[in-house]
Nanobody, 115 residues
Framework: QVQLVESGGGLVQAGGSLRLSCAAS????????MDWYRQVPGKQRELVAR???????RYADSVKGRFTISRDNAKNTVYLQMNSLKPEDTAVYYC?????????WGQGTQVTVSS
């Protein structure tokens, strides 16, 4: 079992920044990939960013150049640095650990961007 706890969400004005953290209860060193997803009411959860255990990253087109995912294996934590935030970034952000045969999700953290 892997427990994930997200933090860092909040209310920010458009153009501002936030850094989300996802703290894992176990080592993330060998986890295949760690992801950040987001969801707004009435819509499917969408992948925002992914970081593989080798360090390579993937981003949704809507956040490229604005968001940066990183991982600190020593702290068992994954981060999502969000810059130049837009109102359309408003959502609940979830962290996911993908162990291929199973996945674990955090409880989510709300990000609200005001115009």
């Amino acid at each position: 079992q892997v427990q994930l706890v997200e933090s860092g969400g909040g209310l920010v004005q458009a153009g501002g920044s936030l850094r989300l953290s996802c703290a894992a209860s176990t080592s993330i060193f060998a986890i295949n990939n760690m992801d950040w997803y987001r969801q707004v009411p009435g819509k499917q959860r969408e992948l925002v960013a992914r970081i593989f255990k080798g360090g390579s990253t993937r981003y949704a087109d809507s956040v490229k150049g604005r968001f940066t995912i990183s991982r600190d294996n020593a702290k068992n934590t994954v981060y999502l640095q969000m810059n130049s935030l837009k109102p359309e970034d408003t959502a609940v952000y979830y962290c996911k650990a993908d162990l291929i045969v199973t996945q674990y999700w955090g409880q989510g953290t709300q990000v609200t961007v005001s115009s």
